[in-house]
């Protein structure tokens, strides 16, 4: 008998949260919002993936080696880089806004709402087309995202937000009813 290695238990695992991940958005994307573009659905899957970790919300740092904890940093820190930089830093900002406007749309309420927030006067849809639409501007290369695909992220920021909000109703509500339900063991 062989016992799993840590790597094939977080491969595994990772596949697994791919899967889901993937298999959700294609349910709500195709199914409930009738959105055949599988481009779009792949990368609103790939997004989530990646912020699966909330270090990954907040991967991006200043010049002076401190994370941007605020939308304003980010926009900010973008305006400062060039080429693929920029393209990146954009590109961030359209998915952490696209984020929070669709998963937890709650939370930016919040964020507005304090007085201390740097966030609090700005449109995080706004933003979040801005940025995809900045981003797109710049060719990335084969191992990016095509400049087609951000931009019709951009286009199509706000059916992307309501799908992400989708996606979370089901799998609260399939956690809620625990007989087939999506996160039911």
Known sequence: MTL?????????????????????????FHT?????????VDY???????????DSLYSLRQSDGMRTRHLVQMVAEAERRIGLA???VYRHVGD?????????PESLSGRKGLAESPDRFLDYCRQGKRA?????????????????????????FEMCAYGLREIRRHW???DEQQSGGLLTW
């Not at 609103?44 to 909330?54: E, I, K, P």
């Not at 995202?145 to 286009?155: A, D, G, L, T």
């Open 4 to 28: 799993a290695s840590d790597d094939d238990l977080n491969d595994n695992r990772a596949s697994t949260i791919e899967r889901f991940f993937r298999g959700i958005s294609e349910f709500i």
């Open 96 to 104: 952490f806004t696209l984020f929070w406007s669709g998963m937890y």
């Open 44 to 54: 609103v899957s790939d997004m989530m993936l990646r912020f699966v970790r909330v």
């Open 32 to 40: 409930k919002l009738g959105v055949v573009d599988v481009q779009l």
């Open 172 to 174: 609260e509500d399939g």
């Open 132 to 156: 995809y639409a900045i981003a797109a501007e710049i060719e990335g290369g084969e191992d990016r995202p095509s400049s087609e695909v951000i931009q019709r992220m951009s286009e199509h």
């Open 86 to 88: 920029k393209r990146e």
